[in-house]
């Protein structure tokens, strides 16, 4: 017996995530950079994250020819942040403030928490795959994170 894509769909909303962006550039230096809300931590030691990134995406094809990328976790007030690189867009970061890490590798400044990671590991997940990083270095700010639940985005009640 197997569900259809809309019930998953509705069932997997049920779950409050956060909103992350993925970053990444590829070997001719193209950047790339992606909304991901399936992110999670793997292990304390050593320091291991996973994302889930669509196959049919930019983003997909430098995380899988290169071996950096970074994990942004967003705040707040960084709607517009998740919707830009949620968006089909192939011009992601025109007119957006970012900068380059020593890799390359594109960094958003005013973003919640950073993690600068190396490829682990990747996996085949169906219609995604799975990318393990070891995380080598972070940034942390004070605030409140982006949150995405039922559909809609949402914030913490203070």
């Not at 997997?12 to 790339?32: C, N, P, Y």
């Not at 967003?74 to 020593?102: C, I, M, Y």
């Not at 795959?129 to 949402?154: C, N």
């Amino acid at each position: 017996m197997s569900i259809s894509p809309d019930e998953f769909r509705k069932t997997l909303a049920k779950f409050a995530s956060g909103v992350t962006v993925v970053t990444s550039s590829d070997a001719e230096g193209g950047i790339f950079g992606i909304t991901v809300s399936a992110f999670c931590s793997v292990s304390l030691e050593p320091p291991l994250i996973l994302v889930s990134i669509e196959k049919e995406t930019g983003t997909h094809h430098a995380l899988s020819e290169g071996d950096a990328f970074n994990v942004h976790i967003l705040s707040e007030d960084q709607q517009d942040v998740s919707n830009r690189f949620a968006s089909r867009s192939e011009n992601k970061f025109d007119g957006f403030d970012f900068s380059l890490d020593d890799r390359g590798i594109p960094k958003m400044g005013d973003s919640l928490a950073m993690m600068k990671c190396r490829k682990f590991s990747e996996a085949d997940g169906g219609d995604h795959t799975i990318f393990v990083g070891e995380v080598l270095e972070t940034e942390i700010r004070d605030g409140f994170p982006l949150l995405y639940w039922q559909s809609a985005y949402r914030k913490i009640e203070k």
